[in-house]
């Protein structure tokens, strides 16, 4: 869209991440790795990364850990312009512990997010004007889980960037120790009507939504019963901790057309925390850019998602070209060189 300051806003927490080195864990380890993490503000590096102009809406603290969250998304290219600054004495960033696994032993995460900045979230706290200056505007079940504050104010976000012509994408990110399923299949499916842009795992459609058939089935069920464009659904194979494979479906509805490419295998897992909002970056990017459209969505959001799993943090850091680098050396068959030299 012309003549807005952004291709892209997010709107989600920005956490802090602790995490015990290499494979230590939390229950016996001195040292604590300190990292910045959110599922949109993920999904808003990314999409920086690749060449866009993006922004989140969020709340932080206003103390040195506010500075170093907003700092570390500047870092990458992230807009801070809406993120407001919480300034209450008991003002606090939602934290949460990662412990990484290793075969037999899972990977697991510790929440204390509880009464964080973004939980008092409103409408008043932005200009109008926002409404006007994106392309497109992203959320996720995440932020709908944190709070019936929080919720209300997303909700009616959407609302205000649908009426003045954005593209609404939501990643439903489901989390069980955020809320239930009921809870967000009756949320969910109120917001679907604004939604154009729609990621949605497999197993979520079938267990919170009680869809049924294949996952094109799955997909054309949803855009029967809702205006979305586009569904993309991710599949991974979890091999073992450390080792996975992974590609998507992507269901384009106006053509009645599904893209699919042959999986990313064996990938090597450093760090699996933010390949999923990896792969949101990469559609979000395929389609906002010029001449964009669902075959580059899917191109760009496997190679994402697959070359975020082997980078340490929930942030990403490979830019534009790297990537295309990789989409490129997953589609030559035959020789692979080693080393980019």
Avoid at 133 to 149: P, W
Avoid at 316 to 324: D, F, G, H, Q
Avoid at 328 to 340: C, K, L, P, W
Wanted: include cysteine; proline fraction near 3%.
């Amino acid at each position: 869209m012309q003549n807005r300051k952004f291709d892209l806003l997010s709107l989600g927490e920005i956490l802090l991440r602790l995490s015990p080195p290499d494979n230590e864990r939390i229950v016996r380890g001195n040292l604590l790795e300190k990292q910045i993490g959110g599922a949109e503000a993920n999904v808003a590096a990314g999409v920086s990364l690749m060449g866009l102009k993006t922004g989140v809406i969020s709340k932080l603290p206003d103390n040195g850990l506010g500075l170093f969250a907003g700092n570390e998304l500047r870092f990458l290219g992230v807009d801070d312009e809406y993120l407001v600054y919480d300034t209450e004495k008991d003002s606090r960033l939602g934290i949460y512990f990662y412990e990484k696994g290793a075969a037999p032993r899972k990977s697991g995460v510790i929440y204390d997010r509880r009464n964080s900045s973004i939980a008092g979230i409103c409408l008043e706290d932005f200009d109008e004007n926002m409404y006007k200056s994106t392309a497109c505007f992203h959320t996720s079940g995440i932020t709908m889980a944190l709070g019936k504050q929080c919720r209300e104010t997303a909700i009616e976000m959407m609302k205000r960037f649908k009426e003045n012509g954005t593209l609404i994408s939501f990643d439903v990110n489901f989390r069980l120790n955020l809320w239930s399923g009921e809870e967000a299949k009756k949320c969910i499916e109120s917001i679907l009507p604004y939604v154009d842009i729609f990621f949605c795992s497999e197993d979520t459609a079938r267990l919170t939504f009680g869809k049924e058939g294949t996952v094109y089935d799955i997909m054309k069920a949803f855009a029967r019963e809702y205006p979305i464009s586009a569904i993309a659904s991710t599949q991974r194979t979890v091999h073992s901790p450390k080792m996975h494979s992974f590609t998507s479906v992507i269901y384009d509805a106006k053509e009645d057309r599904f893209y699919e490419e042959k999986a990313y295998k064996n990938i090597e897992v450093v760090d699996r925390i933010g390949s999923g909002d990896a792969y949101v970056a990469g559609v979000l990017y395929g389609l906002l850019c010029p001449n964009g459209n669902c075959e580059k969505a899917l191109k760009y959001g496997n190679a994402c998602s697959a070359v975020k799993n082997t980078i340490p943090g929930d942030l990403p850091s490979l830019n534009r070209k790297e990537i295309e680098g990789i989409i490129a050396d997953h589609e030559t068959v035959g020789y692979h060189s080693e080393m980019n030299r």
